[in-house]
């Protein structure tokens, strides 16, 4: 499984490098004028889901572009063929594909596939986390004001700024510095290999996480909702740090959350 699904995010990730600059057709999707889909993403998914069928025929998919098609099978891929979509139609490279494997309820498999640093995240349940092969482990950071976090922003912002301007605030004066990439499956994946110590943001879909929370775990990391509560990718709100700084983020969490 592991190998298809490598096989897949490598050729969905060469498509949308490819296509970079050749969209279009761009929609908006319905109630949030800055959550885009093109031709591209649902190509790549296509391809994706494609791929993996002719080997697992009797699986489930969740897509982020087609939606769910269940079978009632034990497996379920769930799948983001182009996470970072604004960047991407901006031409930014910082975008990647996710895909992540659910059995009986646990996400067991993950790959994330960074096409235009070539880089290649992997993850098995019990077997490590790996980026191109190489074994990967979170960073030991100890103290917040010296760790780099990430985070992301839902697309309804502009409606309802809070609690995550705050949040950002707050972390801006309590972590040494923050970023914002545009893609979750990146923040994770940068987490799990060290880049980052945490990343947290209140309002992902499991596409955006399936992959790369296995990868964080994997590599030694930790990952919770905001209150420390263990989660799953279809809890919207997520924490997920090398394991050492987790009540530090907590705390900050906590000054604002609802």
């Not at 996400?107 to 994330?112: D, K, Q, R």
Request: charged share 25%; with cysteine; glycine share 10%.
């Amino acid at each position: 499984m592991l190998k298809i699904a490598i096989e897949a995010a490598l050729e969905a990730g060469k498509y949308l490098k490819k296509n970079v600059g050749r969209i279009r057709h761009i929609e908006r999707k319905a109630g949030q004028e800055t959550n885009l889909v093109t031709e591209i993403d649902k190509k790549a998914e296509k391809l994706i889901i494609g791929r993996i069928k002719k080997h697992f025929p009797e699986h489930d998919f969740l897509g982020e572009e087609s939606g769910a098609a269940e079978i009632k099978s034990e497996y379920r891929w769930i799948i983001d063929p182009l996470d970072g979509t604004v960047n991407y139609t901006h031409g930014l490279p910082t975008f990647c594909v996710s895909i992540g494997l659910e059995y009986k309820g646990d996400i067991v498999l993950g790959v994330v596939y960074d096409p235009n640093l070539d880089e290649l995240f992997t993850a098995e349940i019990g077997k490590g986390a790996r980026l191109n092969k190489k074994r990967i482990q979170v960073s030991k950071t100890q103290k917040l004001i010296e760790s780099l976090v990430v985070t992301g922003f839902p697309y309804t912002i502009n409606k309802n700024p809070e609690p995550d301007i705050t949040h950002f605030r707050n972390f801006v004066i309590e972590a040494q510095g923050v970023r914002r990439l545009g893609s979750a499956a990146l923040d994770l994946s940068y987490v799990a290999c060290g880049r980052f110590d945490g990343f947290w943001e209140g309002s992902l879909n499991p596409w955006d996480m399936a992959a790369g929370v296995l990868l964080v775990t994997e590599a030694g990391g930790k990952w919770t909702d905001y209150h420390g509560v263990p989660s799953n990718v279809y809890n919207k709100q997520m924490l997920a740090t090398n394991g050492v700084i987790h009540e530090q983020m907590m705390g900050v969490l906590k000054k604002a959350s609802k």
